[in-house]
């Protein structure tokens, strides 16, 4: 039987650089959409539910910070998205990582340099969604979350959780009583090794705090262990 080809969407304006990047991902055995406009990839987003959608910042319609938001709120947390753009501060991308991207790539960039990366990410993507040894299900206090479905409780109210909030927790949830650093979360949880100064992390604990403690000013479950990091103390 033939192996499915995996889908990669391209929201890009440059025609230039949209054209190059199609022909060389198909090339590369990709089946492969692309859209000028940001609402032209959403649609072809829905058509079509890529794999991967690689998404140029700077978009005449949209920016990409809120296609990323769009696209990840819309029933598609898992999709991964690398975000592709000419800036290149760090407030914007940890803005990108913060809205769930993936990975960040500055324009100028290597062919061969995004390539790999797209397979990383692809890589990733695919452990992250079946790997037979993930933890299906973890309970702790009243608090109840389900991994595999994306669902959690606390004395049965539902809990809003983001795709990378789940991924985070399941981070501890293999590591339950280990003190994580930072950089390791971002390793376990975005696939992100490359050295930021950032509060990415910092944000994300602070937002499942406020889901799954009783008092997120003085946390009991998700505690800060100082010059560490983080531990899951269940």
Request: aromatic share 6%; net charge negative; proline share 3%.
């Amino acid at each position: 039987m033939q192996q499915q080809r995996q889908r990669i969407l391209v929201i890009e304006d440059d025609r230039s650089i949209r054209l190059g990047l199609v022909d060389t991902l198909r090339a590369k055995g990709y089946d492969v959409s692309a859209a000028e406009r940001a609402a032209e990839g959403m649609s072809l987003y829905d058509e079509s539910r890529p794999d991967l959608v690689i998404l140029d910042l700077m978009l005449p319609d949209m920016e990409g910070f809120e296609v990323c938001r769009r696209l990840k709120a819309d029933g598609g947390p898992d999709v991964p998205i690398i975000m592709l753009t000419a800036r290149g501060a760090e407030l914007d991308r940890v803005r990108g990582l913060e809205l769930g991207a993936d990975d960040y790539v500055t324009k100028p960039f290597s062919l061969m340099e995004l390539l790999a990366r797209i397979g990383a990410v692809l890589r990733r993507s695919r452990r992250w969604r079946h790997d037979d040894e993930g933890i299906e299900e973890i309970s702790f206090a009243d608090v109840r979350i389900n991994f595999r479905r994306h669902e959690g409780s606390k004395a049965g109210r539902t809990l809003d959780l983001s795709d990378r909030a789940y991924r985070i927790l399941e981070v501890f949830a293999r590591h339950r009583g280990e003190v994580l650093s930072r950089d390791q979360l971002l390793e376990e949880a975005w696939g992100y090794s490359r050295d930021l100064n950032t509060r990415t992390v910092d944000n994300h604990v602070v937002k499942i705090r406020k889901q799954i403690e009783d008092d997120p000013e003085s946390p009991k479950l998700l505690i800060t262990v100082h010059g560490l990091g983080y531990k899951l103390a269940v």
